[in-house]
């Protein structure tokens, strides 16, 4: 078993075990799907062969320490009961008892004792600092769209949420939108645009949040080719999309609920604070 100097496994190996968790999940017809850096790194090295390269050059991945200290899930509330039973029963992992109790309606933790790493399982939606939903109004879910992780725009928007976004959400945000162009649909290496810019559009705090951290994704591009972390050629194509991204959140007409809570600006609290025991995901 490869161990880092923390005596974490290595991040290949913990990709592996998300995979087949995933995998064994599907032969109960249990959908789990990776949100996170997990999910950001599948998606982009499943578009970009290069993309573990550019990571490393961005200093977010090697150097001897794990990128991944856990492993986050998203999943069906429907299935709560089957995941219990999944994760204690057929995987042996251990319940986290109190979060279990306490949050059991819409987030369940399990520790893998014997590997030493925990995984975090989201139910119907991410609620940090903004709400992420996996099912839509109308009770259709997002998650069968990809094998083993949620969309690329949800997982950018998980990113956008973050109110003090940090070095490595800023190169997660760079690096998904290096590997994909933004369409108006949702297909492998294309990020749905018309769905983040529905989302941001109805929700003025989100949005808020999500265009303060685009511009200052922008910032450091120009840094990144700088430190020849990434190419002038790999600067434009995330420039582009970043204005092309940018473009349509500013054509988009915003709700009446969004302009409603635009009124009051930031002299009211726009985002959600992150308690200690509410952790971010694995960025």
Not at 123 to 140: A, Q, T
Not at 225 to 251: G, H, M, P, W, Y
């Amino acid at each position: 078993m490869d161990q880092d100097k923390s005596g974490l496994i290595s991040d290949d190996e913990m990709i592996r075990e998300a995979c087949q968790i995933i995998e064994k999940a599907n032969e109960e017809k249990i959908i789990l799907r990776l949100l996170g850096a997990m999910g950001i790194v599948m998606t982009c090295s499943t578009v970009s062969k290069d993309c573990l390269e550019t990571y490393k050059k961005l200093e977010r991945l090697g150097g001897g320490t794990s990128m991944f200290t856990d492993i986050d899930f998203a999943a069906y509330a429907k299935q709560k009961k089957d995941i219990e039973k999944f994760f204690k029963n057929r995987l042996g992992f251990k319940p986290d008892i109190a979060i279990n109790a306490l949050f059991g309606n819409k987030r369940l933790i399990y520790y893998n004792t014997v590997k030493n790493y925990s995984v975090d399982i989201f139910l119907d939606k991410l609620e940090f600092c903004h709400d992420i939903p996996f099912v839509n109004p109308k009770g259709c879910g997002r998650l069968e769209l990809f094998d083993y992780y949620i969309p690329p725009e949800d997982l950018l928007l998980e990113k956008l949420q973050i109110h003090n976004i940090t070095y490595k959400d800023i190169v997660d945000i760079a690096m998904l939108l290096l590997t994909h162009k933004i369409g108006d649909s949702t297909s492998q290496g294309s990020l749905n645009g018309k769905y983040v810019v529905n989302i941001l559009c109805d929700d003025w705090g989100f949005w808020y949040d999500a265009m303060n951290n685009l511009r200052t994704v922008e910032k450091y591009i120009n840094k990144f080719v700088e430190e020849k972390k990434f190419t002038r050629e790999q600067a434009a194509v995330v420039l582009s999309n970043l204005a092309s991204l940018i473009n349509l959140i500013d054509a988009t007409p915003k709700t009446n609920r969004w302009n409603k809570r635009a009124k009051d600006g930031t002299k009211k609290l726009w985002y959600r604070p992150v308690a200690e025991m509410e952790k971010r995901i694995n960025v």
